[in-house]
């Protein structure tokens, strides 16, 4: 089975200031990794994603992510918060069949002024 | 590329009533899902298709919910004798075996049950 934990429902950082949003899963078999952000009353859009190759992946609006096996991780990043950052962040894991995600409980991200 | 499509957006229904959801996934998308989410939560699986064929199904699809990919394209999900605890929102996502490891989700049913 594989579950995703998201340390910090809640995280506070000042407009300019460097965003880490923390994901370390739970998988017995490699995993394809996965950052989605929620907007009030909006699906999901998919920030980034690992599936193979680089560990260090680009995704959009700025938004990085590393994969760090020995450490069971999957952090978030972005060196410098937008005001329209501002959002609820969710980390998904799946399979390699990538029949399912399984997504942790979200973080939800307040930029302040 | 239009995106996946949810209708309705909202729905306000009696406890005991039956709903039905529709999804409309990215045309040329294979595999569609079904996720469920509460307040405070992730989204949680529900079931997904592979065509017409419907491939997983969560323990949390009881017997009251039953979901349909008629010819592969669209899909419907019902949930019959609403009870409170049905509140959440609905999200389906759609993906394809041919582009790659990646969901597209719709902008998701409000459901609230009074």
């Known amino acids: 089975a594989q579950s995703v934990t998201q340390l910090g429902s809640h995280v506070s950082v000042s407009e300019g200031a460097l965003v880490l949003l923390r994901c370390n899963y739970s998988?017995?078999?490699?995993?394809?990794l996965f950052w989605y952000v929620q907007y009030p009353n909006q699906g999901l859009q998919l920030l980034l994603k690992?599936?193979?190759?680089?560990?260090l992946v680009k995704g959009i609006n700025g938004f990085e992510a590393e994969f760090k096996k020995s450490e069971t991780s999957f952090h978030l990043t972005k060196p410098s918060a937008h005001m329209s950052d501002a959002a609820e962040y969710f980390c998904a894991v799946s399979d390699q069949g990538y029949s399912t995600l399984t997504f942790g409980k979200g973080t939800m991200l307040l930029v302040s002024p | 590329d239009t995106g996946v499509s949810q209708d309705p957006r909202h729905k306000i229904t009696k406890r005991g009533q039956n709903v039905t959801f529709r999804c409309d996934p990215i045309?040329?998308?294979?595999?569609l899902y079904w996720y469920r989410q509460t307040l405070g939560q992730g989204p949680e699986f529900l079931t997904y298709f592979q065509n017409e064929a419907q491939l997983e199904k969560s323990r949390l699809l009881s017997d009251r919910f039953s979901a349909e990919r008629p010819k592969g394209s669209f899909s419907t999900l019902e949930i019959q004798r609403t009870e409170q605890g049905d509140s959440a929102m609905y999200l389906c996502?759609?993906?394809?075996?041919?582009?790659?490891?990646?969901?597209?989700f719709g902008s998701g049913t409000r459901l609230t049950v009074v």
């Open positions: 045309s040329e998308h294979n595999r």
């Open positions: 998988s017995s078999v490699p995993p394809y």
């Open positions: 996502a759609s993906s394809s075996l041919d582009r790659g490891p990646g969901y597209t």
């Open positions: 690992y599936t193979t190759g680089a560990t």
